[in-house]
């Protein structure tokens, strides 16, 4: 299927202005990853900077979703314009296609001031490490401010994601034993609020008391995670979540915390783009003659890999 | 602590001529990575080819310590030597030191025909994939023929090291679903012989026949996987495991499929060695002067990380 060229330019000036259809087409770009998405990365860069991420994250069926569309209910009600990006990897649908299915968001799909956005890998190794963060800063160089990514599961590259966020949101579930499932995926270390959501069911102030006892073994920079009481269907705990993550922004920005963790963010990202670079001249080196002629040597033991590599790389 | 240099020519001289203290020395330089085990792989490379590997993967608790003991007592009866490799990636222990604890293998720990060795990441990135199959050719180099790598757990990277076996051997015991939880694993894709462990116990049959089921829908190089039942801790099953890793080994040999097999191996390997040698020049450019003076442009939003990785690697 031919694809017409999208000039990115006239794309990124419009997505500025406050166009949704260029901003689409431009997340599509972001998505595909290649040299049209790193030249755009480009035209984004100097613009950024002015939004605030919020990341939410925690085991399916902890009720993410519906804790975003009673967060973003809650943008909209202060009058705020609200973004959402969806992280779904194993999703074999591109961003527009899923978004039907997320019935819960529909309330918010007719109004103007709202952005959901599913993204899910374009088979890349590394695909979503990049591109996650690409979405997010081009969604700020357009004006965007508030912007939740939320992320369907809980795998590395999720948690990864979401921890890379300026706030991260970790949403537990009443029950024994959660508390230590989320320490085990990694969440407690990424966590600046918990939100205990469906807090109306049995065993929401034991799973309070798990949380409180782990946070008590150690904080970070100087910050100790609040643990909010939730119930996302009917936005019970929806303003103290909110509350909770401005108390963090206003932590982390008095500390100076909120720089620091950028710049940490822009070496992370400089060493994936690095990696990502290499990894396509190796490709570019798998798919030459040369390589096909070291790897017969290899084979009949005339030569070592190491060697070969060596050779292929100079 | 200071380690005293080894001499790897000598050392390695000595593990030809069948010396266990040097062979052990050797897999530990394997172990540790880097440029003494890149020259040890120089070393090595000439003289592979010539061990057969059985990989032995499945659930934890599914009985694969005991079945490997058992298939090493087989061996022994028969006067053949045997070498074990248990691939351990959570284990902070180093291979002497897990060893005592395999209390099965106790049995053969005496045995001077039979050498064992667990194997840990020494927390390098993709280090276990590097350093496994290194191990492997190590031990055939040394002249020990019939090598059992056994998985503790079947996280991805222990499934693909069985995976990369001559013949992978799955391990699942009685019960509903467990054939199902090997497929969700991964499992059947790199299963070349089944074995029910624990045969004697409820739901064997009922296991055998989910796994016939899932082999009726296809089949790989044209070998369908023998389903073998076992009972590992009374030894039987035990000779007719073998027979069937015999059965598979002879129609890799007669169809060419063990060359190929090989032949994908060793481009594979050299594939991760590219890789790995490029993270070391990307761990070089992110210490020099030049990565933080770019660093500091990225930040200050002069300069876009894309461009800044080019002049990195320029």
Chains 1, 2 share one sequence.
Request: avoid cysteine.
């Amino acid at each position: 299927m031919a694809r017409r060229p999208l000039d990115l330019d006239q794309a990124f000036a419009a997505a500025r202005q406050g166009e949704r259809g260029p901003l689409a087409k431009l997340l599509s770009v972001v998505e595909r990853g290649g040299p049209q998405a790193r030249r755009l990365g480009q035209l984004v860069h100097p613009h950024t900077g002015s939004g605030y991420t919020v990341g939410i994250t925690g085991a399916p069926g902890a009720g993410k979703s519906t804790l975003t569309s009673a967060m973003v209910a809650d943008l909209r009600r202060r009058e705020l314009p609200a973004t959402v990006l969806a992280i779904d990897p194993s999703s074999p649908f591109s961003g527009g296609a899923i978004l039907g299915d997320r019935v819960r968001m529909v309330d918010h799909s007719l109004d103007p001031e709202v952005f959901i956005r599913s993204m899910a890998t374009r088979g890349h190794l590394g695909g979503l490490s990049l591109a996650a963060p690409a979405a997010i800063r081009l969604l700020e160089s357009v004006g965007r401010e508030w912007i939740l990514v939320e992320t369907v599961g809980v795998g590395q590259i999720e948690v990864d994601i979401a921890g890379d966020a300026d706030t991260t949101v970790v949403v537990v579930n009443p029950g024994w034993g959660d508390a230590i499932q989320a320490n085990k995926a990694g969440l407690m270390e990424i966590a600046d609020v918990f939100v205990v959501n469906k807090a109306d069911r049995d065993g929401a102030d034991g799973t309070r008391r798990d949380l409180e006892y782990m946070l008590d073994l150690g904080s970070r920079d100087g910050w100790r995670p609040p643990v909010v009481m939730a119930v996302a269907t009917d936005a019970t705990g929806i303003g103290e979540s909110w509350e909770a993550i401005a108390a963090h922004r206003e932590h982390l920005s008095s500390t100076g915390a909120l720089e620091t963790r950028r710049d940490e963010r822009a070496g992370v990202e400089l060493e994936r783009i690095l990696t990502e670079q290499i990894r396509a001249r190796v490709d570019e080196l798998r798919a030459g003659d040369a390589h096909a002629d070291l790897l017969d040597r290899i084979r009949a033991r005339e030569l070592d890999p190491w060697t070969a590599a060596d050779q292929l790389l100079s």
